[in-house]
Structures are given as structure tokens and as C-alpha cells.
């Protein structure tokens, strides 16, 4: 199955920096990659996602890097924000059409954004 | 957007006790749930998928009799701790993903909700 790896597991950041984190997954039959913010105690939010059709993708202050070649991906967060502040998750699936897909989480990086 | 909810966000119980948790997609329907585990500072841990009108699949090392997965509607899923240990104690959240056109295939998660076993 699925393996997803991801780095690193806290990630600690001055407000304005940008942050990066990295996820490497085994599958090269995967072809969604989203990413996931969880605030403390709350449910993981979709934050951005790609597909491996494209290689980067952009929205606002985040952007999300694919090389299915080295079958890692990126979450870029730039100009940071203390509400950035979060545990992000990495995912990988297969889709292939419908819904009926798992996603193969991270293991999660904390974020701190420092004000 | 699509929105999933669960309840009770929170429970305590007894050990040997059984609680169910109801997880339900309030404006779609969704033949496919999922349900995850999660520990404090950890990551989701799939448990099993369900599917509306069949048996739920399990991922490996979740116990089938100890987790009970219902999907007996388009909008309703239940998981029941049955004899509830203080080491099933987590939080479990299900997810769901809209089916039909026009959908990019985003799962949306409930809120979880905390077992707290005795």
C-alpha cells in the first residue's frame, strides 16, 4: 500500500518567514496529493491540493509543489501569519474516478508562527 | 462547501461499555464514509471504509467486532466502540466526499468526537 513520510514534525517560524514542509510518498500510481490544516481539537481543513497532471499550484500565500519523478511533494506557506499556526497533513491517493478513495495521511508538522 | 457532522463530540464512558458515534452528511449523499482514529499529536489513522448498504472494509489490525460500521443510509454512518477499554480512548473522526458531477472529490471530515473510557 501507500506509504507517506513527512517532514519535518514541528516546523517553528518568525511571522513573515516562509515555511516549507515535505512529504515523500511510495505509490507511483498516486495521483492526488491535498493538503490538510487542523487546528487543535477541530476537524483538518483542505487547504490546497494537486494532482499529478500539474506540478505546481498556487492560491494566495500558499502553493503546493508535485515531482512525481522524485515522488515528493511540497506545501509552501509564505509571509506567515500567527494563524497559520497548526499541525499540517500531507495525503496521497489513487483516484480514479468517483469518490470511493483513502487517503494515506502524514505523520503531521507543527507549525508555530512566532509574532 | 459540503458539510459533515458528528455527534457526540464528546463522550465518557464506562469500561465494558458500548458507544456509538454518528457520523452524517447533511446536504449530499455519500455512498463511501470513512473512519479515523486519531491520538493526541498524532496523525489520522484510517480504520476501515464503509459502504452504504454493504459491509464496511477494515484496514489492517482494526478489530471488525470491536469497531461495528453501519452505513444504513446515504447520509448516515455509525461506528460502536462495543466493551469500551481505557485504550480505545481517542478521537475519532469519519469524513465523506460529495459523489456526483461537478465535485472535485475533496473529502470534508466531520468534527470528531473524543471517547474518553474509564
Known amino acids: 500500500g501507500e506509504n507517506v513520510e513527512q517532514h519535518p514534525s514541528t516546523l517553528s517560524v518568525q511571522e513573515g518567514d516562509s515555511a516549507v514542509i515535505k512529504c515523500t510518498y511510495s505509490?507511483?500510481?498516486?495521483?492526488?496529493f491535498p493538503w490538510y490544516k487542523q487546528e487543535l481539537g477541530k476537524r483538518p481543513q483542505l487547504i490546497i491540493d494537486?494532482?499529478?497532471?500539474?506540478g505546481e499550484k498556487k492560491d494566495q500565500r500558499i502553493a503546493v509543489t508535485l515531482n512525481k519523478t522524485a515522488k515528493h511533494f511540497s506545501l509552501h506557506i509564505t509571509e506567515t501569519q500567527p494563524e497559520d499556526s497548526a499541525v499540517y497533513f500531507c495525503?496521497?491517493?489513487?483516484?480514479?474516478?468517483?469518490?470511493?478513495?483513502?487517503?494515506?495521511f502524514g505523520k503531521g508538522t507543527l507549525l508555530t508562527v512566532n509574532p | 462547501g459540503a458539510v459533515v457532522s458528528q455527534h457526540p463530540s464528546r463522550v465518557i464512558c464506562k469500561s465494558g461499555t458500548s458507544v456509538k458515534i454518528e457520523c452524517r452528511s447533511l446536504?449530499?449523499?455519500?455512498?463511501?464514509m470513512f473512519w479515523y482514529r486519531q491520538f493526541p499529536k498524532k496523525s489520522l489513522m484510517l480504520m476501515a471504509t464503509?459502504?452504504?448498504?454493504?459491509?464496511?472494509?477494515?484496514e489492517q489490525g482494526v478489530e471488525k467486532d470491536k469497531f461495528l460500521i453501519n452505513h444504513a443510509s446515504l447520509t448516515l454512518s455509525t461506528l460502536t466502540v462495543t466493551s469500551a477499554h481505557p485504550e480505545d480512548s481517542s478521537f475519532y473522526i469519519c469524513?465523506?466526499?460529495?459523489?456526483?458531477?461537478?465535485?472535485?472529490?475533496?473529502?470534508?471530515f466531520g468534527e470528531g468526537s473524543r471517547l474518553t473510557v474509564l
Open positions: 469524513s465523506a466526499t460529495p459523489s456526483g458531477q461537478g465535485y472535485t472529490g475533496e473529502l470534508f
Open positions: 505509490d507511483s500510481a498516486s495521483n492526488y
Open positions: 494537486i494532482r499529478s497532471n500539474v
Open positions: 495525503a496521497a491517493t489513487l483516484k480514479s474516478g468517483g469518490s470511493n478513495y483513502k487517503l494515506t
Open positions: 446536504d449530499f449523499q455519500a455512498t463511501t
Open positions: 464503509s459502504n452504504e448498504g454493504s459491509k464496511a472494509t477494515y
